[in-house]
């Protein structure tokens, strides 16, 4: 539905050049061991995704501004919605991050590569 958009790429972990398959070798990125694990190459595309040794670190600064708008979220549900003190709003925002972790992790890689690839349909249409 949305193939062929960046935020197809991002939300489901497909390579970033051709959409046809995940970039991880697990996927479901709450298989913690594995949760970094990612294919060297896209073996529809050949796309290398790591384009330097790493490549992925820069996601750390994509991660961090995740981590501040959940934080945001968490606080502005917990403190304003639900109405529960700043202490109670304090532990929900850190249990968040905690529970969101492996998926700030994957979508911050995701956001990261699509800053350096697009999609490309000639990629995608020879199988
Ligand atoms: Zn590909």
Redesign the pocket.
Same mark, same amino acid.
């Given at each position: 539905m949305l193939k062929g958009s960046k935020l197809y790429s991002i939300f489901t972990g497909t390579?970033p050049? &051709?959409?046809?398959?995940s970039m991880y070798v697990s996927s479901n990125p709450y298989n913690l061991s594995k949760a970094t694990a990612m294919n060297e190459r &896209?073996s529809? &595309?050949?796309?290398k995704y790591k384009i330097e040794p790493s490549f992925f670190y820069g996601a750390m600064y994509v991660s961090y501004g995740l981590g501040v708008a959940i934080a945001v979220a968490a606080f502005i549900i917990t403190y304003s919605f639900l109405s529960l003190d700043k202490l109670t709003a304090f532990f929900v925002i850190l249990g968040s991050l905690v529970v969101l972790m492996p998926i700030n992790l994957r979508l911050s890689r995701n956001i990261w590569i699509n800053m350096f690839m697009s999609y490309d349909k000639e990629?995608a249409k020879d199988a």
């Open positions: 390579c050049v &051709c959409q046809s398959e &896209c529809h &595309c050949n796309t990629k």
